[in-house]
């Protein structure tokens, strides 16, 4: 009698997790079908469940909307702004974990402020900035941007991976003999590698779905995959199939990355209040 | 890390403040995050403050000079402002609601085993790799359209007729496709959260007779105080800036219906060229955000101290 | 040649005065072990002498040289931790090649004396092996060769058995006394526990809360403790103490009485007078039976070790005591007995806790 309760209780667990778990995929799942339809497919109603596959909306993605221009610009600012971020906050987050002073907690917590000022607060001289020193729709001036904005998070979380690592460990290696340089390059950051990584890879998936400077300081030259998309805001939109695949393209790079690395990003993401 | 290493007794190795010589050295470390944070956030904070008592207009060089309160008054007396405001404390609100009360309830469940939990535990966690421009438009275009959308054809299907929730529910659509956005990362962090509750905590309190009910009050609801926080923290920076969604779905309407404290300041600046107010505005943001942060910076200092 | 010299040794943490002024010389080959119970000092001690905290007052030399202002590598001492602290990213030649690596000696030379070292120390079958594949035992053995590896002035020991299990505690108690014997290298080692202290150490030094209580050999310590609190420290099972008071005083002895019990212990009373309050303290392997007179008591529990049973006894005032009998002993719970402490065995204290001077040398204490 109780097992078949258990059974039954495992069968309704797990029926409500799928179904939760489906509905909130699928957008997603739609939004994979419609980039294989053709226009009048996706707009049909009621909409088509079975249909004949067709690339044509990705081919009309890449040939005419220059997809390559746009995620070329998305790879180059998100791994830019995460290298040098994560160089900036090696050195902090090593101070902070290792060398504590009176004021260390202060100093974290005020980062961690900044990072909380709404970016609208600081848009209008962002904006007449950018345009002054020649930054709008560039490269350079988002790259900077994103350093910027993620670095308080990324010395956060870098922080949080270092005060795990033991410190008789590098206590060892000054014993050993190494200088401070030796003791961060050969004993510390071999052993937190894993949070290193996973820090970048939040920093990548940040950088690459930003959608508030990169909408109001690039147009089109400098332009990532956030404001390629917008631009089918317009009635260009009513195009399903062709938005569908451009946003496919979009945000498939990031998500497989995600779903690889989900174990490692979270680890990084509670910030040291799970242990 | 190694075994060994979880089991040393902490009082063994006693961790002083270290010796002041390599306490500058660790000042020397930090400097180059802190100038430049010093840098990115006093630099443009100044110059809003400056450009909030100017009378300043992108395209119309007549309007120049010392404005005073005058862009404050402006904006403080404009209904949209009040409208603005009270739609940011709701979007930030509502989607606090709905993302930690259902993440936690979404949490429990799926700490259970059934099958195929790995993989869906993926597809629920993947929203929140989508970008804010594809989630608007993914919902606006094929989720909730009124003649195309997946959403209506349901809808039609049950004999009832769609709806345009965009236009008619603006700001409670955005609320929803806000929370499916971030649904993921509450569940993400308070699964984690709750898996690393001790077995033995749960056993034994099932052996005092905790029901699940009692067992969710008083073990699991407690131990998940601290990941709350961060959610809460991590999610309220990033709502208080909401931008792409409203930009790319209602553009702030109808009317001022779904605006923003974030789309108004950019409309002001970008759309109508008004840097006083723009900047106007963007001081009263600072000033809301530092109350915010105020409150959620004194919890996450007690998380340091653990 | 290796001598460390600590010449009244102060660490104030933000106004709080952890050490108290420490001296102590400890001379070349000779195996010091700092004992205490946790939060007395000793591991903050043996820190400073590392390098890896400041000395807030005081002087070190090492070899006679002033050691204060040294880094940790310069002091040419190395350090096994309690956790072992290996780099779990190198594998075990890596782990004791670092040092070498970083003070630039060839290639050839380091591997030469890594293979001297693990032979030592039968490590040969785990170079290859990380850390996190090999045994708590193993690791120990890693983290010492590391330390043996670059034939350091001093060794530093930071309670490096207390994540073993027990039996493996006592086998490496023995491999280390061994590897002592054969390098022969000045050893400072700390620890909470008495027994590793009374089976390694050349001198022990107890330390409470910061101040060093006693300094001597084990026997010493053993037989002349100094003071209450390192009695009760040292010996297992503890010493029985039992409040007193002097009944008579000669000039080479007191006699006390407590409950039940009077003895006259062979001590200087100095300026205690008939009346005064002490406390009597004899071991339990101190105490015999005696079947034979009035029972002075009920044993409540015995516990048979093998080779002994510790009988613990009710004394007819309510306290209790416990005494070490043969391990053949058959007195069951409930039956009478009569106790009779060895006096020349026995300890007073004054009300300080301070012993008063013993009069009976005993045969196995060396110099003091």
């Known amino acids: 009698m109780t097992r078949k309760r258990a059974r039954l209780r495992r069968i309704a667990i797990g029926g409500a997790a799928w179904a939760v778990a489906l509905w909130v995929f699928f957008p997603i799942l739609w939004m994979v079908l419609t980039g294989f339809k053709t226009e009048p497919d996706a707009i049909s109603t009621p909409p088509h469940l079975i249909f004949h596959p067709t690339l044509s909306s990705y081919r009309e993605v890449f040939a005419r909307e220059t997809y390559w221009h746009f995620a070329l610009n998305s790879v180059a600012i998100s791994v830019l702004a995460s290298i040098a971020a994560i160089l900036l906050s090696i050195p902090a987050a090593y101070a902070m974990a290792f060398l504590p002073g009176r004021r260390t907690r202060g100093t974290l917590l005020w980062m961690l402020s900044t990072r909380m000022l709404p970016p609208v607060g600081v848009l209008v001289p962002i904006y007449l900035l950018a345009r002054g020193m020649g930054l709008l729709d560039s490269r350079t001036g988002l790259v900077v941007i994103y350093t910027l904005t993620n670095l308080p998070i990324m010395v956060w979380m870098l922080y949080t991976f270092f005060r795990e690592v033991p410190i008789p460990i590098l206590e060892a290696g000054r014993m050993d003999g190494a200088t401070r340089w030796q003791e961060i390059t050969q004993v510390l950051l071999p052993l937190a590698l894993p949070g290193i990584a996973s820090t970048g890879l939040l920093s990548m998936i940040l950088c690459w779905n930003e959608a508030f400077w990169s909408l109001n300081l690039t147009s089109s030259a400098a332009a990532p995959l956030p404001t390629f998309i917008a631009s089918f805001s317009s009635p260009e939109g009513l195009f399903f199939a062709k938005l569908s695949a451009a946003s496919t393209l979009a945000v498939a790079p990031i998500l497989v990355f995600g779903w690889l690395s989900q174990k490692q990003l979270v680890r990084g993401l509670t910030f040291g209040a799970v242990k | 890390m190694d ?146 959308g997946v959403y209506s054809a349901m809808m039609r299907a049950v004999g009832l007729t769609p709806v345009d929730w965009l236009s008619r529910y603006p700001l409670a659509t955005l609320v929803m496709i806000v929370s499916w956005e971030w649904l993921p990362f509450a569940i993400l962090i308070l699964l984690t959260a709750i898996q690393s509750l001790d077995a033995e905590q749960k056993e034994a309190a099932r052996m005092d007779g905790a029901g699940p009910l009692a067992q969710f009050r008083y073990i699991i609801l407690p131990h998940l105080s601290r990941a709350i926080t961060v959610v809460i923290m991590i999610e309220t920076i990033f709502l208080l800036a909401v931008f792409a969604e409203i930009s790319v779905t209602t553009a702030g309407g109808p009317g001022v219906a779904s605006t923003n404290l974030a789309f108004l300041i950019y409309s002001r600046a970008l759309l109508q060229f008004d840097v006083g107010g723009a900047s106007a505005g963007g001081v009263v943001a600072i000033v809301i955000a530092n109350i915010v942060a105020a409150f959620l910076l004194r919890a996450v200092a007690r998380n340091l101290e653990a | 040649m290796a001598t460390v010299e600590l010449r009244d040794i102060r660490k104030t943490y933000s106004d709080e005065e952890i050490i108290k002024g420490v001296s102590l010389t400890i001379h070349d080959r000779e195996f010091v072990v700092f004992v205490g119970p946790s939060g007395c000092g000793k591991s903050t001690l043996l820190r400073m002498i590392a390098g890896l905290e400041e000395i807030t007052a005081g002087e070190l030399l090492i070899d006679g040289v002033r050691a204060n202002e040294k880094g940790p590598a310069e002091r040419g001492l190395a350090m096994v931790f309690q956790s072992y602290a290996l780099y779990p990213h190198m594998n075990v030649y890596r782990n004791m090649e670092f040092s070498l690596r970083l003070a630039g000696m060839p290639e050839a030379e380091r591997r030469q004396r890594i293979a001297d070292v693990a032979r030592i120390l039968q490590l040969e079958p785990y170079l290859d092996h990380k850390p996190g594949q090999l045994s708590g035992g193993q690791r120990q053995r890693v983290a010492i060769g590391r330390a043996i590896v670059r034939n350091p002035k001093v060794f530093l020991f930071d309670e490096p058995l207390s994540n073993l299990d027990a039996a493996l505690r006592g086998q490496m108690r023995v491999e280390l006394a061994t590897l002592h014997r054969r390098l022969g290298a000045t050893t400072i080692y700390v620890t909470h526990d008495q027994v590793e202290a009374m089976t390694m150490a050349d001198r022990i030094v107890v330390l409470r809360r910061g101040v060093v209580e006693q300094i001597g050999t084990p026997l010493d310590l053993y037989h002349r403790p100094r003071n209450l609190f390192v009695a009760q420290f040292m010996g297992s099972p503890a010493m029985n103490v039992l409040p007193a008071h002097i009944v008579s005083v000669t000039d080479r002895t007191a006699t006390v009485t407590t409950g039940p019990l009077t003895v006259t212990v062979p001590v200087h009373a100095g300026s205690l007078q008939p009346g005064a309050a002490v406390t009597l303290g004899v071991r339990p392997e101190h105490i015999g039976l005696d079947m034979a007179g009035a029972p002075q008591g009920l044993v409540e529990i015995s516990e048979r070790l093998g080779a002994a049973t510790l009988l613990h006894v009710r004394l007819s005032d309510g306290r209790q005591i416990v005494v070490q009998t043969g391990g053949d002993n058959m007195n069951a719970p409930d039956s009478a007995v009569g106790v009779t402490p060895d006096p020349a065995h026995c300890h007073l204290f004054d009300a300080d806790g301070v012993a008063l001077d013993h009069l009976a040398a005993h045969p196995l204490q060396v110099g003091s």
Not at chain 2, 5 to 23: F, K, T
Not at chain 2, 34 to 59: D, E, G, K, Q
């Open chain 2, 3 to 148: 075994q060994a290493a979880g089991r040393i007794p902490v009082a063994a190795a006693p961790v002083g403040r270290p010796s002041r010589a390599r306490r500058t050295g660790g000042a020397l470390l930090l400097s180059p995050a802190v100038i430049l944070l010093l840098v990115w956030s006093l630099v443009p904070l100044a110059m809003t403050l400056w450009y909030s008592v100017r009378r300043y207009n992108l395209v119309d060089p007549t309007q120049v000079g010392f404005a005073g309160l005058g862009n404050y008054w402006y904006l403080l007396t404009d209904p949209d402002f009040l409208t603005a405001l009270l739609n940011t404390a709701i979007l930030v609100g509502g989607v606090l609601v709905i993302t930690v009360g259902l993440g936690t309830l979404l949490a429990v469940l799926f700490d259970q085993s059934f099958p195929g939990r790995g993989i869906a535990r993926v597809l629920v966690i993947s929203p929140f790799f989508v970008m804010p421009t594809v989630s608007a438009l993914l919902w606006k275009n094929l989720m909730l359209h009124p003649i195309y």
